[in-house]
T-cell receptor
Framework: DTAVSQTPKYLVTQMGNDKSIKCEQN?????MYWYKQDSKKFLKIMFS???????INETVPNRFSPKSPDKAHLNLHINSLELGDSAVYFC???????????FGQGTRLTVV | KNEVEQSPQNLTAQEGEFITINCSYS?????LHWLQQHPGGGIVSLFM???GKKKHGRLIATINIQEKHSSLHITASHPRDSAVYIC???????????FGKGTKLSVKP
């Protein structure tokens, strides 16, 4: 069983579109995250969701909005996609906020 | 200047060699993580450390809190160890992870 799963694995879309990436974890963890890995392979935190509290990274444009229907899911919605949004997006979870993180396989988003 | 610096950026080794990857950070932290990113892109957590040393198979991670430095060692390296190794630190128990730029390791048979 996959512990942290993301869908889709690949997403190609046009500028201006709105898209979502789904993330589910079956580990019973309290905390989930979204990370962005840019073309230089540098990882940066986007959002942390800990026990129903969303921690927003202030460098993330408000076109990005996480939504958590329940503790096992943290989906990422992106409005008005731009070329610069092209990256690999990783979802992760951990038992509690400062524990070891388990990563999803990543979603490669390409905006054309 | 990045708060987390890794060295070297790239490392090529022969199979069987002992490998060391270094990570230095400039701020107080609550924990340090070592991650492995496979050529296919998947990320796996290797270690989480707040002090001392941890060992898992051929991998050893150490941390010196006073010197703000951690090392990841791989003994008897193998081509399947080829990957990018990423150091990340957490600033306090409520801080986000801050990542280094990674060390790309290639182990030749």
């Amino acid at each position: 069983d996959t512990a942290v799963s993301q869908t889709p694995k690949y997403l190609v879309t046009q500028m201006g579109n709105d898209k979502s990436i789904k993330c589910e974890q079956n580990l019973g963890h309290d905390t989930m995250y979204w990370y962005k890995q840019d073309s230089k392979k540098f990882l940066k935190i986007m959002f942390s969701y800990n026990n129903k509290e969303l921690i927003i990274n202030e460098t993330v444009p408000n076109r990005f909005s996480p939504k958590s229907p329940d503790k096992a899911h943290l989906n990422l919605h992106i409005n008005s996609l731009e070329l610069g949004d092209s990256a690999v997006y990783f979802c992760a979870s951990s038992q509690v906020y400062d524990a070891e993180a388990f990563f999803g396989q990543g979603t490669r988003l390409t905006v054309v | 200047k990045n708060e987390v610096e890794q060295s070297p950026q790239n490392l090529t080794a022969q199979e069987g060699e002992f490998i060391t990857i270094n990570c230095s950070y400039s701020v107080g932290i609550s924990a340090l993580h070592w991650l492995q990113q496979h050529p296919g892109g998947g990320i796996v957590s290797l270690f989480m450390l707040s002090s001392g040393k941890k060992k898992h198979g051929r991998l050893i991670a150490t941390i010196n809190i006073q010197e703000k430095h951690s090392s990841l060692h791989i003994t008897a390296s193998h081509p399947r160890d080829s990957a990018v190794y990423i150091c990340a630190v957490r600033l306090g128990s409520q801080g986000n992870l801050i990542f280094g730029k990674g060390t790309k390791l290639s182990v030749k048979p």
